[in-house]
């Protein structure tokens, strides 16, 4: 059994009719890779996938079971663990704070071995240091790492990932590339919405392309990285 299917979503905002029957599979381990152009409908994937924006029809399975319709801190409960595009950290709160505050949250089982400060500070180095400051005070790639680092600690078995690497300098997205490849070997199952080609490549395991709420392409990574004209048609600006 996959540990997402996701069959025919159909989300709306308001009237506009948003996305299309899309349908996407991630099997547990798995990195897949959500890309598509500004505006087709990765974010709304999954905040339908989170709750925040239900689906109007169509069938969210979860470890076998329905999620669609449920509200987004159930689901959280249930084991999936949501990094939306916009870093929300307590800015006034420090580091530590940041990360103790989702450690109360209820965790799931977080595939055997469970997060806590330690593990997930070995996994980004970089804000040990920053421990006693305040969140707000961070770079821009700092807070994106912390934001993951703390959504970790409520020990999800799915991580969704919205655009981590947008508007980080370069060497700061590759700093998040090698880390989310560590996260990746602990056996973490990611939905990863990118429009970077060359962030996910090495990264992800599978690719959905989605355009105008559609998916229209689905392959393995080396598949997609081989397919200069889906890149061009889908995704090129
Ligand atoms: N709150 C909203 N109300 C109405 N329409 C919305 C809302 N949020 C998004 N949309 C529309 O839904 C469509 C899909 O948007 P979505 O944010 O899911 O795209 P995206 O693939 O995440 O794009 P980006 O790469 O810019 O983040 C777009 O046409 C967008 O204008
Ligand atoms: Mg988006």
Known sequence: MALLEVERLNTFYGQSHILFDVSLVVDKGEVVCLLGRNGAGKSTTLKSIIGLVPPRWGSIRFKGQEIAGLPPYRIARMGIGYVPEER??????????????????????????????????????????????????????EQQMLTIARTLMTNPDLLLLDEPSEGLAPVVVQALKEQLLRLKETG??????????????????????????????????????????????????
């Open 88 to 141: 929300r950290i307590f800015a006034n709160l420090s580091v530590r704070e940041n990360l103790e505050v989702a450690c109360r949250l209820t965790p799931g089982e977080g595939n055997g071995r469970r997060w806590d400060m330690e593990r997930v500070l070995a996994l980004f180095p970089r804000l040990r240091p920053f421990l006693e400051r305040r969140a707000g005070t961070l770079s821009g790639g």
């Open 188 to 237: 973490l199952t990611i939905i990863l919405a990118e429009q970077n080609v060359r962030f996910v490549s090495g990264l992800g395991d599978r690719v959905y392309i989605l355009e105008k709420g559609h998916i229209r392409y689905q392959a393995p990574m080396e598949r997609f990285l081989a397919d200069e004209a889906v890149r061009m048609a889908y995704l090129a600006v």
